[in-house]
């Protein structure tokens, strides 16, 4: 069965720190890894990672994958209040029976 | 471009009662998926739909059906609610044309649903 295990469960820091969220899966036919931010609402789309090693940036957020270790890691820097939401993590796989599990996420709490 | 749409936004069933969720997305995308979201356990896939006509169970699909008859529209169905199926309910949409489109799911604002 298909796992994805996010950590910490939850975070409280305080604006201006870098904080470190982690995601490790275990994923048949793995094929990609998708970090998304769920504020009040929809999860919105952040970043999808297929390669080892190669990093995305999106302003203060950044995101890297390990596919020899399972892992990925996203990271902010500079938090700021805005910054407070719940970070999920998915991996994607099953080759052409698509399959997308989804971590139980990371909430973050960003304190003035 | 109102992107993924969800009706209604809250309600409020008894035990034993029906009930239809709609899903409507205007960016012609082939696939949908409905999710729930539960404290502690996440998002987890109930459905999809690769295509019109076509649907496909996913993690937790026992107490559900859908329906994909348009390319547009993803219904989900409860037949007989229960309390265990209280629970917020997402939408997602995302398009086949290439391997990172497919993987990128957009997604709605929630359906707040309550089982008495």
């Known amino acids: 069965e298909d796992k994805v295990v996010q950590s910490p469960l939850s975070l409280v820091v305080h604006e201006g720190d870098t904080v470190t969220l982690n995601c490790s899966y275990e994923v048949t036919n793995f094929r990609s890894l998708l970090w998304y931010k769920q504020e009040k609402k929809a999860p919105t789309f952040l970043f999808m990672l297929t390669s080892s090693g190669i990093e995305k940036k999106s302003g203060r957020l950044s995101s890297i994958l390990d596919k020899k270790e399972l892992f990925s890691i996203l990271n902010i820097t500079a938090t700021q209040t805005g910054d407070s939401a719940i970070y999920l993590c998915a991996g994607v796989g099953g080759g052409s029976n698509y399959k997308l599990t989804f971590g139980k996420g990371t909430l973050l709490t960003v304190n003035p | 471009n109102a992107g993924v749409t969800q009706t209604p936004k809250f309600r409020v069933l008894k035990t034993g009662q029906s009930m239809t969720l709609l899903c409507a997305q205007d960016?012609?995308?082939?696939?949908m998926y409905w999710y729930r979201q539960d404290p502690g356990m996440g998002l987890r896939l109930i459905h999809y739909s690769v295509g019109e006509g076509t649907t496909a169970k996913g993690e937790v699909p026992d107490g559900y059906n859908v329906s994909r008859l348009k390319k547009q529209n993803f219904l989900l169905g409860l037949e007989s609610a229960a309390p265990s199926q209280t629970s917020v309910y997402f939408c997602?949409?995302?398009?086949?044309?290439?391997?990172?489109?497919?993987?990128?799911?957009?997604f709605g604002p929630g359906t707040r649903l309550t089982v008495l």
């Open positions: 960016m012609n995308h082939e696939y």
């Open positions: 997602a949409s995302s398009s086949p044309r290439t391997a990172s489109s497919t993987d990128t799911q957009y």
